[in-house]
């Protein structure tokens, strides 16, 4: 789907100021602010048919618009490669644009003959023992699928001023990543390798990673990993080598990575599973250790030279822990912030709130005396409450300064303010769909509340459609908790049981007393979309929407040793609570669900 509209809204006195020069019939597919907010970036999915059909002809265009004058044009003839990633990128003192194109010279694409060249071979030797291989659909099946692929993942990256201006950087490759430093002078790429595998996606082919200047000229292999066909069994097998590398966001060139110690095999004994590196440009020197975990490395937040938060994890125990450290002093000793487990909703402190800073990266929203600001869901036995708190990392005092209440669901999307206390937030109830507001916080009473979007009912028949949050037993006694949804007017005892449709996903849990925890929110917006079952309510169907699937697996069991008796359990719990309610019919009962849901459905 495309936007086909685009309007600037002035978040202080909440105006609609329009835009000119937009393509006709526009089909805006992606946007990126410029670091100094001064432009907006976006791409047209321009179709070579005149009569408005994708075509072969078809091509993503950039444009560019000025927000001071409300003006956008296209930046540049150029078509833009959209098979990996957005496209383009800013840099960092938004003097230009970092773009994926098409090479002038790639052609046409091959044409496949139906003649194979030869036979289809795959080597089915194991010197490296099990491994564990999802079953993946439309993956490449023979070598002129692999020619096709290689055209059009083909890139030419280059530099594209804001006059339209083009300069190439480098030759063209096979690149599914390129990011710009913080310094702004250096690219650090990704380029796919042969030979292709058909067996496992891109994402697992060999790939070499590098840093570039802006000419193009390499400067550090940074490595190169080897083509991926599996990983050693479990859910936290993580490839062997170097993996995650990123810029460190608030210094110039800094890479940093994690490295596995155990192979990638959870199954091997390691005091330290992985260890996090850091290395400054120009890259002569060692890298420096940046941390040593006892699980997985699950990623850093940055926000000053000394004053990160990195975060470990470890599915099998549902650990999570997260560290403040120093990266200006590496060596010195962590100080651990956080430490809960994952499907303990209800305990879950929130995520640090991050803002775009001056180059356009993510960092720590840092307040006086160290504090930052965390935002979470809010999960209790009431169901979901949005919140924002602020939290000391040097007194661990935590005050909460925003909740969700009754009968809204309301929730933080931006945060306006260093110290909390001006936020965007979209609010909603089942009856209003999701609008955004300014919450000043500083204020009292209505006050606090300006409107900057009015959205209307997109389904004002379904306005009326009764919704309930209703709680049952499995008949273990695992508590469950799901969303009834009925008709408009419909009165169980005047019109009887209904014919239901119930649209479901499972979900592991180590434990009982976490599957039983609430989840959703009974003050949604009974939204109605092709993700989900709600427009049969407009055909006289009851709906229940997500009952819970737990499939339990305590202690060292695993959850699929048990999963179908788990499964049936669960569905019978609920079409023994909907038939007790006397508004699901047990000879009319229908489940479905998406991807494992489905996996769910056919085994139902």
């Avoid at 089909?27 to 075509?55: C, K, N």
């Avoid at 001023?161 to 990011?179: E, N, Y």
């Avoid at 006892?294 to 997260?322: C, H, M, N, P, V």
């Amino acid at each position: 789907s495309f936007g086909t509209g685009l309007v600037l809204l002035d978040v202080g006195s909440g105006a609609e100021l329009p835009v000119s020069g937009l393509p006709q019939a526009l089909r805006l597919a992606d946007i990126g602010w410029s670091p100094d907010q001064r432009y907006l970036a976006f791409t047209h999915v321009a179709y070579g048919d005149p009569g408005g059909a994708a075509t072969c002809a078809s091509k993503v265009e950039l444009w560019l618009l000025d927000v001071a004058t409300r003006v956008a044009k296209r930046l540049m003839v150029d078509a833009l490669s959209y098979v990996a990633g957005a496209g383009f990128s800013w840099l960092p003192d938004a003097s230009a644009l970092l773009v994926h194109l098409k090479p002038a010279t790639l052609g046409g694409a091959p044409q496949a003959t139906g003649v194979p060249s030869g036979p289809s071979t795959q080597d089915s030797q194991n010197s490296v023992g099990a491994r564990q291989l999802r079953t993946y659909p439309d993956l490449l099946k023979n070598a002129e699928d692999a020619a096709l692929f290689e055209h059009y993942a083909t890139v030419q990256l280059a530099l594209v001023d804001l006059a339209g201006t083009t300069c190439m950087v480098g030759a063209p490759d096979l690149f599914i990543g390129a990011r710009i430093a913080p310094g702004g002078q250096h690219i650090l790429t990704q380029a796919l390798q042969r030979p292709f595998s058909y067996a496992v996606p891109a994402s697992s082919f060999a790939r070499r990673v590098d840093v570039r200047d802006l000419s193009g000229k390499t400067l550090h292999l940074v490595f190169e990993r080897p083509l991926e066909e599996g990983l050693p069994a479990g859910n936290d097998a993580v490839s062997a080598g170097v993996r995650d590398v990123s810029w460190r966001v608030d210094a110039p060139a800094t890479l940093v990575w994690a490295e596995a110690q155990d192979g990638g095999d959870p199954a091997l004994p390691a005091e330290i599973r992985d260890i996090v590196y850091a290395h400054a440009a120009p890259f002569s020197a060692p890298p420096l250790v940046l941390a040593q975990l006892g699980s997985r490395f699950a990623g850093i937040q940055w926000g000053r030279g000394d004053l990160a938060l990195l975060s470990e994890d470890w599915y099998k125990t549902r650990a999570i822990q997260t560290w403040r450290i120093n990266p200006d002093q590496p060596a010195s000793a962590p100080e651990l912030v956080f430490a809960y487990s994952a499907e303990d909703r209800y305990n879950n402190p929130g995520r640090p709130v991050t803002q775009l800073d001056g180059a356009g990266f993510s960092r720590l929203l840092i307040g006086p005396g160290d504090s930052i600001l965390l935002d979470g869901a809010g999960a209790s036995s009431d169901g979901d409450c949005p919140f924002l708190d602020r939290f000391s990392l040097i007194s661990k005092h935590k005050e909460r300064l925003f909740q969700s209440a009754a009968p809204y669901y309301e929730n933080v999307a931006a945060v306006l303010s260093v110290d909390g206390t001006r936020l965007l937030t979209t609010r909603e109830s089942p009856t209003e769909r999701p609008n955004f507001f300014v919450r000043d916080l500083n204020q009292s009473g209505a006050a606090q509340l300006s409107a900057l979007t009015r959205f209307p009912h997109p389904t004002p028949q379904l306005m009326k459609v009764q919704k309930e949050q209703i709680r049952y037993q499995r008949a273990d006694g695992v508590d469950l908790t799901a969303t009834l949804l009925l008709p408009p007017g419909y009165e169980a005892q005047r019109d009887g049981a209904l014919p239901m449709l119930m649209w479901a996903y499972p979900q592991e849990f180590k434990s009982a007393s976490a599957a039983s925890q609430t989840t959703g929110s009974p003050y949604h917006f009974n939204a109605v979309s092709f993700w989900g079952p709600a427009a049969f309510l407009a055909m006289g169907y009851a709906v229940l929407d997500n009952p819970p699937m737990p499939i339990v697996g305590a202690g060292d069991a695993e959850p699929n040793d048990t999963y179908l008796a788990q499964l049936v359990a669960n569905a019978e719990a609920a079409v023994n609570e909907v038939v007790r309610r006397g508004v699901g019919d047990r000879n009319r009962l229908a489940i479905g669900g998406h991807s494992y849901g489905a996996f769910m459905t056919g085994n139902l």
